[in-house]
């Protein structure tokens, strides 16, 4: 039990990391969700009538990388409980 423990406690970095980059996503996704929304209303409302369809591709990009951070952020999470469990059956024996 006491291995288990003492893994939890090695890894427990991971675990604020993960934390860290889901944060930096969801801050970034809504962040470039608003960027988006604000190039488009100013896109739509211009007179020339000419859509700049790379406007709003930089914009998505933000969003894009949010999704990635936040993903990142997950997928350390499952490695520290696929390390964890592991660790759980090993001990078990």
Known sequence: MSTESNLRERTQ???????????IG????????????M?????FSGDDGAFELMVAIESAEIM?????????GQV?????SIAVNCEKMSCKD
Not at 30 to 37: E, F, K, M
Not at 39 to 43: F, M, N, R, S, V
Not at 76 to 80: A, E
């Open 13 to 23: 970095i991971m675990g604020i990391f993960a934390q860290i980059l889901s944060g």
């Open 39 to 43: 190039d488009l209303i100013k896109e």
């Open 26 to 37: 969801f801050a970034l996704i809504i962040v470039g969700a608003v960027i988006l929304i």
């Open 76 to 80: 350390l999470v499952c490695l520290r």
């Open 64 to 72: 894009v990388a949010g999704v990635m951070f936040a993903a990142l």
